[in-house]
């Protein structure tokens, strides 16, 4: 079983140290940003890490983008907006599912509410259940 691993995933797994868990995984090329956004945030916005840690997050999510194979929706937009509308979720949402789908990959997410809805489509796991 190959993993697709969403961005709050992929945080969560560094987060852990559990980095093994990603050899033979894959992810979105969009990914890349939400996953620097989100350490940004956590610095920038919520105070909750110094900046030494933002860059060395960077760094080793660098690293990690770097051994998973990356997936793009190019060429599958439509698709992609037609599972956004019908659910309702966000178009980078649907994009996971719609990957998940069409390669028969499972997700692994930490977001609920995309849990739920990509729960209709394909298998989806957290990364507590492939970490421990």
Known sequence: MQYLYDASAILNVVKKGKLRVFLGGCTLDLAIYEVANAVWKEYYLLKKIKIETAY???ELLSKIFNILDLHAIKGFEKEVMDIAVKEGVTVYDASYIYI???????????DRKLMDVARKYVDVVTTNEITT
């Open 56 to 58: 060395k997050l960077i």
């Open 100 to 110: 998940a789908t069409k390669n028969k990959l499972t997700l692994v997410t930490d």
